[in-house]
């Protein structure tokens, strides 16, 4: 089992990505009518769980589509990441909380909560994970938003003859222990499905795709050599024997990066009790 950890270059890098992505995929799934459904009474604040929340781009993302008064509870077990988590404009307020989701994952004050959501975290998540999160939020009958959950596709412009030799080595590396159980990687979303509506919630799911075109967008090039690097050094773990063929990759795709157009597949949910 290894731990992974996130830098917050990384996850400044990819916030106006997953932002775009996410207004994108808000309209298909109607959310700012749900959430107004899902409001809690006049008067009293939207009190929110932000699982495994980084330094914060989901709350940043979220805040405004809620409205109103807001209390955010951010976990994560990164302290580095949690002392970044800037604080929200005024009506909003946040708790930062230290928690390993695997440990302590019960803990949560999950009754009080309004809305449980979290983006970029269920491909590191295992099978057994999920149902516990499942299990924690039927209890109290609180909906849940889980965003840019990866669903594998990786559809390159220009293609290079080993996009999906190295997308495969990377799928497989996705899928090892990262802490939570043996990670469902690119299949976390089609495993949540059927257990929410098998724990008595309703489901819609929209995709929210990364869609990066190294030309157009200032940071694409920066977003694209990242996510090769990464790519790369994950297919090399995944199979040492592949090393050279995988490094040429590498060298072919951060060459192109400039005028490179990169659609990496995510979808977005959310879930209410019925
Ligand atoms: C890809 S990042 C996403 C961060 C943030 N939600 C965002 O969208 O920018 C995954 C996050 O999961 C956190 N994480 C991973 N394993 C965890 C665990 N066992 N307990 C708590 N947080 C965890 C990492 O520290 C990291 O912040």
Redesign the pocket.
């Known amino acids: 089992m290894s731990?992974?950890?996130?830098s917050a270059d990384?996850?400044s890098l990819?916030?106006p990505f997953?932002a775009a992505a996410r207004a994108e995929a808000a309209v298909r799934l109607r959310l700012g009518a749900r959430l107004d459904a899902l409001r809690p009474p006049a008067g009293t604040p939207w009190r929110v769980i932000?699982?495994?929340?980084?330094?914060?781009?989901?709350q940043r993302w979220l805040s405004p589509h809620l409205q109103g008064p807001q209390e955010w509870l951010m976990?994560?077990?990164?302290d580095s990441?949690l002392r970044r988590v800037p604080d929200p404009a005024s009506g909003v307020a946040i708790l930062r909380q230290r928690?390993?989701?695997?440990?302590s994952l019960e803990t949560l004050p999950w009754h009080a909560a309004h809305l449980v959501t979290?983006?970029?975290?269920l491909?590191?998540v295992g099978t057994a994970w999920l149902q516990r999160l499942v299990a924690a939020c039927a209890s109290a009958r609180v909906p849940l938003l889980l965003?840019?959950s990866v669903d594998g596709r990786h559809l390159w412009q220009p293609r290079d003859p080993l996009d999906e030799e190295v997308a495969a080595l990377f799928a497989g590396h996705q899928r090892r222990d990262?802490?939570?159980g043996s990670a469902l990687g690119a299949q976390a979303a089609n495993t949540l499905l059927p257990a929410l509506r098998k724990a008595g919630y309703s489901v819609v799911q929209a995709r929210s795709d990364w869609r990066v075109n190294g030309l157009r967008d200032a940071a694409g090039p920066y977003l694209l050599k990242s996510l090769i690097d990464g790519m790369a050094d994950a297919a090399v773990e995944q199979d040492a024997g592949q090393a050279a063929a995988v490094r040429g990759w590498q060298a072919r795709r951060r060459d192109l990066a400039t005028t490179t157009r990169l659609r990496v597949g995510h979808v977005d949910v959310l879930a209410w009790p019925r």
């Open positions: 731990t992974e950890t996130f990384w996850l990819r916030e997953d932000d699982l495994a929340c980084g330094t914060g781009a989901n976990v994560d077990h990164d990441l928690l390993d989701l695997m440990a979290a983006s970029a975290l491909d590191l965003a840019l990262k802490g939570l």
